[in-house]
């Protein structure tokens, strides 16, 4: 799992480490790095993103340190960047290594959608991610929704969180026959390929649980219709709260099984 | 958190030294500030600064356009001040109109050749019609300038016909044979 981020208010004086007139000579030697030291001055827009990228990194450092740094034993902003963007430079390695896991064996199951987030997108960030004067900007929409992604990471923390979880989501719908998938996904819509703008994961674990429930082979996700009504009748009675309560646990039943972090499929739900 | 606000009070502490520490090199042309002038021209580049949306970290381009600008002969001492305000501004208005694509030193150079050349002194004319042709080029994918430094770039962007030997002869024929 990722760690937790260390937030810009925790950084700044006086609850936190630095005073924010602190950051200044660090952005300041990003300036002049960013104009090969030919212009004096920049526009708000290039300030702004500068100093972002002083703040993201030193979170960077701060987030992947392992001692607490108090105000004494502070290094200056300039040395924390530094640090930072070794890290933020580790983290793209790291996340450019999911990648290749990724797209080993890859199929779309047919939604253009999930196989253009993952082969047209994803190869543009790591072509165009600016570690050193906009790590806070991961460039790219990723437009294929995760069964639960974290909205407040940017930069490179977005994709490697992102790539983390596609991976355990295509390892979970691995389990299940490509034709199955496909399948389960016509039947929810018909021009799925074109129009289906969901995560996949989703209807397959949510169909997964109720063959659980039924006792049927989980590789199956089809449903009689007779299948439905017994379905239909075992959810009688029970609240939305108590039905998300079982397919919650049928999830958490079925990473276990299935090799993927329970957390990560209890928050789907 | 105010980043601009941080910034110009760290700078000008320094600031006011520099510029007056300038006089040493351009009273050889006339040319001096007091510190209230000096003082003004650091709220004039302030002024400029917020007005076209920028920043500076460093030491500034103020100190950098005295030195260029002190032997035009355009310049004398009792305009002095008023025409470095005004030319710093033109300056930075420069920088957004090219999209930061030319440096500090290809833009001054651009400027004072055309200061001292067609505009005659005329920061006007040097901000509306010059600096405006050459920044469109700029804008349109133009960048010969790199290699030139910004120097005898503008002739190729003049839309006016200047007096040169041929058309001074020409001149001369017209009204005396």
Redesign the interface.
């Known amino acids: 799992m990722m760690k937790n981020r260390i937030k810009v208010q925790d950084i700044f004086a006086p609850e936190g480490f630095l005073s924010a007139d602190a950051l200044l000579p660090a952005v300041a030697s990003l300036s002049d790095r960013y104009t090969s030291r030919e212009s004096s001055s920049v526009t708000y827009e290039t300030a702004n993103m500068l100093m972002e990228a002083v703040l993201y990194c030193i979170q960077e450092c701060l987030g992947e340190s392992e001692h607490v740094m108090t105000s004494d034993a502070m290094p200056e902003p300039l040395v924390l960047y530094e640090k930072g963007y070794e890290a933020v430079l580790a983290k793209v390695k790291s996340a450019n290594a999911l990648y290749e896991e990724l797209i080993k064996d890859f199929t779309d199951y047919g939604c253009r959608n999930y196989g253009d987030t993952v082969l047209k997108g994803m190869p543009a960030f790591f072509l165009k991610y600016d570690a050193r004067f906009c790590p806070q900007d991961h460039i790219i929409t990723l437009d294929y929704p995760l069964l639960a992604g974290d909205l407040e990471l940017c930069g490179v923390d977005q994709i490697h969180d992102y790539l983390h979880k596609l991976l355990m989501e295509k390892r979970f719908l691995g389990h299940f026959d490509k034709a199955a998938v496909s399948g389960l996904l016509s039947e929810l819509c018909p021009e799925y390929g074109e129009l289906y703008l969901d995560n996949i994961c989703r209807p397959v674990l949510s169909r997964a649980a109720e063959c659980l429930i039924l006792d049927k082979p989980l590789t199956d996700l089809r449903l009689s219709n007779e299948e439905k009504r017994e379905l239909q009748e075992y959810f009688t009675g029970m609240d939305r709260e108590k039905i998300r309560d079982q397919k919650r646990a049928l999830a958490v039943l079925l990473a276990k099984k299935t090799g993927v972090e329970e957390e990560y499929f209890r928050a789907a739900f | 958190?105010d980043?601009?606000a941080?910034?110009w009070k760290?700078k000008e502490k320094k600031e006011l030294g520099t510029l007056l520490a300038c006089n040493e090199k351009t009273q050889r042309f006339g040319l001096c500030l007091t510190e209230e002038q000096a003082r003004e021209l650091v709220i004039c580049r302030n002024n400029s600064?917020k007005k076209y949306?920028?920043?500076?970290?460093?030491?500034?381009?103020l100190d950098?356009l005295i030195y260029v600008f002190c032997d035009s002969p355009y310049i004398d001492g009792g305009s002095y001040a008023e025409t470095l305000e005004k030319l710093q501004d033109v300056f930075?208005a420069f920088?957004?109109e090219t999209q930061?694509k030319v440096?500090?030193?290809e833009i001054l150079n651009f400027m004072k050749e055309q200061f001292d050349s067609v505009c005659c002194g005329d920061i006007e004319y040097l901000g509306g019609t010059c600096l405006e042709r050459f920044s469109r080029a700029v804008r349109d994918g133009y960048r010969g300038y790199e290699k030139s430094q910004g120097m005898g770039e503008y002739e190729q962007f003049s839309e006016e016909e200047r007096w040169d030997a041929d058309l001074y002869h020409e001149v001369l024929a017209e009204l005396f044979w």
């Open positions: 958190m980043i601009y941080l910034i760290e600064l949306q920028r920043v500076e970290f460093g030491s500034g381009i950098k930075y920088k957004n930061d440096t500090d030193d």
